[in-house]
Nanobody
Framework: QLVESGGGSAQVGGSLRLSCAVS????????GGWFRQAPGKERETVAA????????YYADSAKGRFTISQDNAKSTVYLQMTSLKPEDTAMYYC????????????????????WGQGTQVTVSS
């Protein structure tokens, strides 16, 4: 089970940290990512990480602003978001799958087996 939290409203240039609490399995053995979906748009990959192979991915829109990390002791995955922009407004989801052989797999939402319920992020000026 994945449960997101930490969403909310932020000003342009502000920061938010999203959390994804994992239960039922050891997340450090899984490939996990953060995705977002804005109204009328497809779900897109924001960031993903697979510690077992030491690979990670950031969307161009997230590079330099967002950081995905995990605390295995707390079974929690984080997405630290800084320098927020209005176009970051979306529902954010965390997801996991058992294995990601490459970054191409990481970036395909349809291949993820487990999903959280989502947390809304709204950025305004």
């Amino acid at each position: 089970q994945l449960v997101e939290s930490g969403g909310g409203s932020a000003q342009v240039g502000g920061s938010l940290r999203l959390s994804c609490a994992v239960s039922g399995y050891s997340y450090n053995n899984y490939c996990g990512g953060w995705f977002r979906q804005a109204p009328g748009k497809e779900r897109e990959t924001v960031a993903a990480k697979y510690t077992a192979l030491g690979i990670s991915y950031y969307a161009d829109s997230a590079k330099g602003r967002f950081t995905i990390s995990q605390d295995n002791a707390k079974s929690t995955v984080y997405l630290q978001m800084t320098s927020l922009k209005p176009e970051d407004t979306a529902m954010y989801y965390c997801a996991a799958r058992a294995y990601c052989p490459d970054t191409a797999t990481m970036t395909r939402p349809g291949l993820y087996e487990y999903w959280g319920q989502g947390t809304q992020v709204t950025v305004s000026s």
